[in-house]
């Protein structure tokens, strides 16, 4: 079993900034990706952005320049600095975590529980 938790949402107004965090936690036996999707009230869920174990990110082209992903091995935690901050980032943002459970497993993909961003003046 893998646990995704998320914390760092919160009520910003625009132009603002906030910090989410996600933590992997379980049976983890290596951590290939992690990453964050959103999905705004009425919409689909969206990448927003990705950090591989050997630290390759990719971004969605509405964030880049804006939002930063980082990430700690050691402690399976994966951080989105998110600055400059507009009413359309409003949304529930969730972590995605692809993660190799086992030496002979595959890489199976996992989530947060999703944590609240609204950008409001």
């Known amino acids: 079993q893998v646990q995704l938790v998320e914390s760092g949402g919160g009520l910003v107004e625009p132009g603002g900034s906030l910090r989410l965090s996600c933590a992997a936690s379980g049976s983890i036996f290596s951590v290939i990706a992690m990453g964050w999707y959103r999905q705004a009230p009425g919409k689909q869920r969206e990448f927003v952005a990705l950090?591989?174990?050997?630290?390759?990110?990719n971004y969605a082209d509405s964030v880049k320049g804006r939002f930063t992903i980082s990430g700690d091995n050691a402690k399976n935690t994966v951080y989105l600095e998110m600055n400059s901050l507009k009413f359309e980032d409003t949304a529930v943002y969730y972590c995605?975590?692809?993660?190799?459970?086992?030496?002979?497993?595959?890489?199976?993909?996992?989530w947060g529980q999703g944590t609240q961003v609204t950008v409001s003046s």
């Open positions: 995605n975590g692809r993660i190799r459970r086992t030496t002979w497993s595959g890489v199976d993909e996992f």
């Open positions: 950090i591989t174990s050997r630290g390759i990110t």
